[in-house]
């Protein structure tokens, strides 16, 4: 023990034990378990107060952590992963109830968003359009209907109201239009008595361009086609149409033909669709039809007709630029986050994640549509059984090569979070769902 002690003294003396300690903590903190200015920090300590052992303890002592710091350490040492060896991460968690940065790694590489991009779309819509806004399938007729009395073989007259010109079906781009809907506007026209259309039945497909598909999709993606008249999330609503009308007996002198309405058209009925019923299906499914659907509403802001991508983008634009961002750092290809020239950053989601937390109006219509871990949407099947389960609500996004996740969560001192992590490059997304899952739960736990 005696040769211990001597020995220890002597390499204490030497320097050689400070220099043991200097190695031994910056592979700490290169691990994340501690930070990088503790080492500095004690090993100048150590190199002050070498003559005992009492004095070293003391140095290396680490002082009390945050709860920020213990989150950010947590996160930190997940990204010792080989997976990102060969692929791209970045990552932003924020403490939405102190209002302050906890960490952040990559946050602002421009990286694919996938699905994730649907947050983008909605706060923007839920910002500028409201969360009140109705999408509309309209009914409009050239003129007032006419009530015509025709003789009957028996000398008594019969009431038959008649549409003198044609009849319009403007599309409002409604993708949960179905068989009730149809059957809706078919009612209205029996209602009033109409059982005759002089005119054509005129399909209004003009409120956006004829682009069927959204730029930079694949060719083999097999989604629906972007039109604003649609039955069933697909094209066929003329057949179903003219079906119906035919089943209440209302006969069509004209033609079931496609044309744009005239101005002079006025109103005959509106099928609303509050918006929040779309959103709902937009997030907790990620489907990109009603992505595309919102998307196009925002487009609509910028004129009745014909509208496209650039003007959709122009809208989201708008809001990044309120927010503090340069809109010209990212590319907002589509409203679903389908397209392969989307690219956004874990700052800009959090930006936006942030701005909706911190809007009442916004948050409310925005949380209950977020995927919940272990429940719903496209998270019931991921983090059961942690911390996590039940708590994070969150937008997942999968493309191939991309896999994302952002959201929200509580953490255990009750501080509620928002988190973006973007997972980019992968050949196996589920490593990247997995890593995210992880990241969750550290910040739950």
């Not at 008595?193 to 930079?216: A, F, H, P, Q, T």
């Not at 069933?232 to 609503?237: A, I, P, V």
């Not at 992968?426 to 990241?439: E, I, K, M, P, T």
């Amino acid at each position: 023990m005696k040769r211990l002690v001597a020995l220890f003294m002597t390499l204490s003396r030497s320097g050689v034990f400070v220099l043991l300690l200097f190695f031994t903590l910056q592979r700490m903190a290169a691990q994340g378990v501690i930070d990088s200015d503790v080492v500095t920090q004690t090993t100048a300590q150590t190199s002050i107060n070498s003559e005992g052992l009492d004095s070293i303890i003391s140095a290396t002592a680490t002082p009390q952590r945050t709860h920020a710091q213990v989150l950010a350490e947590r996160v930190r040492g997940l990204l010792h992963d080989p997976l990102f060896n060969n692929t791209q991460v970045g990552i932003c968690v924020f403490d939405l109830t102190d209002d302050s940065l906890i960490y952040a790694y990559h946050y602002r590489y421009r990286l694919r968003p996938a699905s994730n991009a649907k947050i983008i779309t909605a706060v923007t819509a839920l910002d500028l359009l409201g969360p009140d806004y109705m999408y509309r399938t309209t009914l409009l007729t050239d003129y007032e209907p006419d009530s015509i009395y025709v003789p009957t073989s028996d000398s008594t007259v019969m009431r038959r109201v008649v549409l003198p010109g044609n009849l319009y079906v403007h599309g409002g781009f409604d993708p949960l239009l179905g068989a009730a809907d149809v059957s809706e506007l078919v009612d209205q026209l029996r209602k009033r008595g109409i059982s005759e259309i002089c005119g054509d039945v005129v399909l209004d497909y003009s409120m956006k361009d004829e682009n069927r598909r959204g730029w930079g999709w694949c060719w083999d993606d097999n989604d629906p086609p972007l039109v604003s008249l649609l039955y069933n999330g697909k094209d066929e609503f003329a057949s179903v149409f003219f079906s119906r009308l035919a089943e209440v007996g209302i006969k069509i002198d004209g033609r079931m033909m496609g044309d744009v309405t005239p101005d002079t058209a006025v109103v005959f009925y509106q099928k609303e669709r509050p918006i929040t019923e779309v959103l709902q299906t937009m997030m907790k499914a990620s489907d990109n039809l009603y992505a595309e659907s919102m998307f196009y509403q925002l487009a609509a802001q910028c004129g009745p007709r014909g509208v496209g991508r650039i003007e959709g983008a122009a809208m989201v634009d708008s809001l990044v630029e309120r927010l503090g961002l340069d809109h010209t750092v990212y590319e907002f290809a589509d409203g679903s986050g389908l397209s392969l020239y989307n690219y956004a950053t874990p700052e800009l989601l959090l930006t936006f994640l942030r701005y909706a937390y911190q809007e009442p109006d916004i948050y409310q219509a925005l949380l209950p549509s977020l995927p919940v871990a272990g429940r719903d949407g496209t998270l019931a099947k991921r983090m059961r059984g942690t911390s996590a389960e039940g708590n994070v609500q969150a937008k997942t996004g999968t493309v191939t090569g991309v896999s994302t996740l952002s959201g929200y969560c509580t953490a255990s001192n009750g501080h509620r979070l928002a988190f973006s992590i973007m997972n980019n490059g992968l050949r196996n997304s589920a490593q990247g769902r997995a890593f995210q899952d992880r990241v969750c739960v550290a910040l739950t736990k």
